[in-house]
């Protein structure tokens, strides 16, 4: 069993800061890429930031500059650093993880809870 457990959310003012987290944990032989989606009220899941196991990282237009993705392989653990946030972003935040749980295993992608992100204006 994998599981992946976010924390970090909250309700802030717009300009303000916040840094999820999230853990990967259970039986793990190892991850690959990890990322974070965001889905608001009305629309569609879509691509936050990525980060491969070897550090390589990519954003959606819209949080470049702003946002930070990065990542503890020995804690198993993805970041994601908001900064200057505004009121667009406020949506459910999902981890995400690409991983295989034995040598010989299949990959699989694995998906957090959810956690809610809420800027104020």
């Known amino acids: 069993q994998v599981q992946l457990v976010e924390s970090g959310g909250g309700l802030v003012q717009a300009g303000g800061s916040l840094r999820l987290s999230c853990a990967a944990s259970?039986?793990?032989?190892?991850?690959?890429?990890m990322g974070w989606y965001r889905q608001a009220p009305g629309k569609q899941r879509e691509l936050v930031a990525t980060?491969?196991?070897?550090?390589?990282?990519n954003y959606a237009d819209s949080v470049k500059g702003r946002f930070t993705i990065s990542r503890d392989n020995a804690k198993n653990t993805v970041y994601l650093e908001m900064n200057s946030l505004k009121p667009e972003d406020t949506a459910v935040y999902y981890c995400n993880a690409h991983i295989r749980r034995n040598r010989y295993g299949s990959w699989y992608g694995y998906w957090g809870q959810g956690t809610q992100v809420t800027v104020s204006s």
């Open positions: 980060i491969t196991s070897g550090g390589s990282t």
């Open positions: 259970g039986s793990i032989f190892s991850i690959d890429n």
